[in-house]
């Protein structure tokens, strides 16, 4: 997988967060990028989730954006 390819992956799955918690803003991806446990938290202090569902739905959608590169 080459930069291009990565990039492009991060930016889908970015816009797959924002559409499920779109109470997250730019700077609070940006600053969690590479890191789900912060992502997670801050997800939980927003919506009040659990932690488990939280790290539950942000693997599914990792892996649906994983799924579209390879169709």
Do not use: C, F, P, T
């Not at 992956?9 to 803003?25: F, G, I, Y």
């Not at 730019?26 to 927003?46: F, H, S, T, V």
Request: no cysteine; glycine share 4%.
């Amino acid at each position: 997988m080459n930069k291009d390819q990565i990039k492009g992956r991060s930016q889908r799955l970015q816009a797959r967060l924002k559409q499920e918690w779109a109470r997250l803003n730019d700077d609070e991806l940006m600053e969690a990028e590479g890191n789900i446990d912060e992502l997670a938290a801050r997800i939980r202090e927003k919506y009040g989730e659990s932690r488990e569902k939280v790290a539950s739905r942000i693997n599914e959608l990792m892996e649906e954006v994983r799924h579209e590169e390879k169709s």
